[in-house]
């Protein structure tokens, strides 16, 4: 028990009113902060969403890769890649960046008359060291880091070695959350130094360097 002076006994209803008061308005103060909080945190989401911000997903099934490679323009061979993922981040209509991984192991020729048995063994050729070297490097990288003026800016990772080029790609989306990236262009391999792409200095006889793409993307809106 609590023994108080007489000269403090007249205040002490008061006191256990204040405690009380005290304590209610801290609670009431507790749950404003939650309430508070959750507001901001919903108004950011809501603000982020105004700003765009989406990330697409590469739709690997509807998405090709078409190549073709040669000595000349009579004499080549064409085929196929698949790309394993990709992605890329949107801002508004602003592409921000990206990472697509093409699986080399897909490689496929794709000869129109070519015998199936020559067409496999040709594409096996093409995962050999002399050429891409798929056992050491099973993927190339491509990292994109905007685009401007219908180009496409990305760094190619490849048989250990980056490539950076500019692509001319169309970009366009829809409604539906739908995206699409179509492009032909060619990359110059000649930096890369790959045996099987080297032309005879002296005959002027063999693979050119320079492969033409012929590329078509398909992503979807991230729910």
């Known amino acids: 028990m609590i023994f108080l002076n007489k000269k403090y006994k007249s205040y002490l209803p008061w006191y256990i009113i204040f405690i009380f008061v005290k304590k209610k308005t801290m609670k009431k103060l507790f749950l404003a902060a939650i309430v508070a909080s959750v507001a901001l945190f919903s108004a950011w989401k809501t603000a982020d969403k105004k700003e765009g911000n989406t990330a697409y997903v590469l739709d690997t099934k509807a998405s090709s890769l078409s190549w073709k490679g040669g000595k000349s323009a009579e004499y080549f061979h064409v085929g196929q890649l698949s790309f394993s993922t990709g992605s890329v981040e949107m801002n508004g209509a602003q592409l921000m960046s990206g990472t697509f991984d093409i699986d080399m192991s897909t490689i496929v020729v794709t000869d129109k008359g070519l015998p199936a048995e020559k067409a496999k063994a040709l594409a096996g050729h093409l995962t050999q060291p002399e050429f891409f070297s798929t056992a050491l490097y099973p993927k190339i990288t491509v990292l994109v880091t905007g685009y401007n003026d219908g180009k ?71 729910k």
């Open 152 to 222: 496409l800016a990305t760094t190619i990772n490849m048989l250990g070695q980056t490539i950076q080029q500019k692509l001319p790609v169309t970009l366009a989306t829809d409604s539906k959350g739908k995206m699409t990236l179509n492009g032909k262009f060619n990359l110059d391999l000649t930096a890369l130094k790959i045996p099987g792409l080297q032309v005879d200095p002296e005959s002027g006889q063999g693979i050119s360097p320079v492969i033409d793409f012929d590329l078509n993307l398909v992503l979807k809106a991230k």
